[in-house]
């Protein structure tokens, strides 16, 4: 079980306490990432990912440029062993690591 002490980011502390997903948001290096800092992110955004955390069906979201997934526990099982590499993966490399050739089908329906 992951202990919940301390944040790495301030601004998402309060997702810190939301299970694992929560911890894992809170506490990851955003920064290395096209979000960057989350104390810049966009009040949606936050306010978004605290709902998501906090909700006991899978939720899953997508945002920014390069479609950086965030989700929630109860995502984990359906991720299977894809997680906890899905958090903050481009969907894009996501999709191709694991769908092969068929990622480029699914670009062509979604329109990415």
């Not at 605290?50 to 929630?72: C, P, R, S, T």
Request: glycine share 8%; hydrophobic share 40%; with cysteine.
């Amino acid at each position: 079980m992951l202990t919940f002490l301390m944040t790495k980011n301030p601004r998402l502390k309060h997702l810190s306490h939301a299970g694992e997903m929560g911890y894992r948001i809170a506490n990851y290096d955003w920064a290395k990432t096209s979000l960057g800092d989350p104390e810049y992110w966009p009040q949606s955004l936050v306010t978004t990912i605290g709902m998501m955390v906090e909700h006991k069906f899978a939720m899953y979201l997508v945002w920014g440029d390069e479609l950086i997934q965030f989700y929630n526990d109860s995502c984990i099982e359906i991720l299977g062993n894809k997680h906890p590499e899905a958090l903050w993966y481009e969907i894009r490399k996501f999709l191709e690591r694991n769908l092969g050739h068929y990622s480029s089908a699914f670009y062509e329906v979604s329109g990415w």
